[in-house]
């Protein structure tokens, strides 16, 4: 794989990171996520069930080489989302956090205020802050500016499978903030995968379009490749877009002519 | 002693610190956090951090999630 991801002082030498919700089993879940290749995976934080509290541990089925990556799914207002980080830190896995503040229910988009608000403190104490944002370059700045260590705009609504809707985005937001831009919710296939990473984009973070695949290990290993493949696309460069063909073979010396 | 755990109220016995509670409920230590009356008690705290009538408990764990 080309290059590495540095978030913070974290180093990731895969540009995936994967989500473990929704898988239909813990087991299916950690042969997917050793077949993606990634060294970063999201969980979630909620309560334990009393009536159940000796079930597996989800962490025992994560491989020892992959980091966790705690969110603040769920979270609406900057206190919860605190609230859930600074529990998360306080269980022992690290400081990072990936920061999700939801403004609107039914579109699980993120509310700009709030994230700001939370990623500020989140930095002063101390968090590698990884922003879950809207694909909005002027608020880039600003998380950029309060210190962020990861950028990551949607592609589209999250779970909806829709792919990056605004590629354009993604150049936008390399332009403007000097730390890595992650595509975060709506990848839902290997070319939308790729065409981030094409784009410019640092890394992308996938969870349902592997947790719902048919196959969630080979689409795992799918979106490895797709995430290889569209990075190593960008470094190369592509050729100039023309309105016009122009020929691949000579066009002098024809035979007759 | 009651406490309220996770939203339900629960009658403990024998129990003054947050391993106590932990172990009474069958829980383990390794893989959760814990917030009493909305303060976060690091694990290394879990020991000596006394439980108290009524307080209000939060005990979470990682699960899947995006």
Request: charge should be negative.
């Amino acid at each position: 794989m080309s290059g590495v991801l540095q978030v913070g002082s974290y180093t990731f030498h895969s540009r995936l990171i994967v989500g473990t919700g929704k898988y239909a089993s813990n087991e299916i879940m950690r042969e997917a996520i050793g077949e993606s290749g990634t060294e970063l995976v999201t969980v979630a934080l909620r309560r334990v069930n009393l009536n159940n509290p000796g079930e597996p541990s989800l962490l025992d089925f994560i491989p020892d080489n992959v980091r966790i990556l705690p969110n603040t799914a769920g979270c609406h207002t900057t206190e919860e989302a605190l609230n859930v980080a600074r529990l998360a830190k306080a269980a022992g896995i690290g400081t990072l956090v990936k920061l999700e503040i939801i403004g609107d229910q039914d579109l699980l988009w993120p509310d700009p205020v709030a994230t700001l608000e939370a990623t500020k403190i989140l930095v002063q104490e101390g968090f590698t802050v990884m922003v879950y944002t809207t694909p909005d370059p002027v608020l880039a700045k600003y998380l950029d500016q309060a210190g962020a260590h990861a950028i990551m705009p949607l592609g589209s609504p999250i779970g909806s499978g829709q792919g990056v809707l605004d590629v354009e985005a993604i150049q936008r937001f390399k332009h403007r903030v000097s730390v890595p831009v992650i595509v975060d919710a709506g990848i839902g296939s290997p070319q939308d995968a790729s065409l981030a990473m094409e784009t410019g984009a640092d890394g992308v973070l996938i969870n349902t379009a592997i947790a719902h695949a048919k196959d969630p290990s080979l689409m795992a290993r799918a979106m490895k490749l797709a995430v290889e493949a569209g990075r190593l696309g960008f470094e190369a460069g592509r050729m100039p877009k023309r309105q016009q063909a122009e020929a691949s073979s000579p066009t002098a010396g024809m035979v007759g002519r | 002693m009651r406490l309220i755990i996770n939203g339900e109220t629960r009658e403990l016995e024998g129990i003054e610190s947050i391993k106590d509670m932990l172990d009474s409920l069958g829980v383990d230590h390794q893989t959760v956090a814990v917030m009493v009356n909305g303060e976060i008690i690091g694990r290394a705290d879990f020991v000596s951090r006394p439980v108290q009538d009524h307080d209000a408990i939060e005990i979470v764990r990682f699960v899947g999630g995006g």
